[in-house]
């Protein structure tokens, strides 16, 4: 019984794997294909840290901002493509610094799919292979191959 739940376990990490592998290439090319896409005036609209977990937390900057597009009102809420979480909290506190309600920000959206936006558009700081994918390949290869071998 617990042979099939660790081969189970292997092949749910390894499939969880694979789909975020593909969600991270999905976002670096559109952080490529966003510095094409054309600009707008917006507003940020809210502004604050959000944090996760209770023993190592980490952080994430929650920004919201309201802009037009194709003469429709949108929100939006990306920052940028690149992974913004983070433990470090300083760093997160001058992300949101940054974006305070009010203030007028340049929208940058898709000509496509005007909903599909983004405050810092380009592939700075964008990965493929972030440590989520990495790990979550290497526990479900590791649970598969010892229930194999065994």
């Known amino acids: 019984m617990l042979q099939i739940i660790g081969l189970v376990a292997g092949i749910v990490s390894l499939l969880g794997s694979v789909y975020l592998f593909f969600i991270r290439l999905g976002e670096c090319r559109s952080a490529e294909a966003s510095?094409?896409?054309?600009?707008?005036l917006g507003v940020v609209t809210s502004s604050k840290m959000n944090k996760f977990g209770l023993f190592r937390p980490a952080y994430a900057p929650f920004i919201e901002y309201s802009y037009e597009a194709n003469g429709h009102k949108q929100t939006g809420k990306r920052i940028a493509?690149?992974?913004?979480?983070?433990?470090?909290?300083?760093?997160?506190?001058?992300?949101?610094?940054?974006?305070?309600p009010g203030a007028k920000v340049k929208v940058t959206y898709d000509p496509a799919d005007p909903q599909n936006s983004v405050l810092e558009p380009g592939v700075k700081g964008t990965k493929v292979l972030t440590y989520d994918v990495v790990w979550l390949f290497c526990v479900g290869l590791l649970c598969v191959l010892v229930n194999l071998l065994l």
């Open 81 to 100: 493509y690149r992974v913004l979480p983070s433990r470090d909290e300083k760093e997160i506190q001058r992300i949101v610094a940054t974006y305070p």
């Open 35 to 40: 510095v094409k896409w054309p600009n707008a």
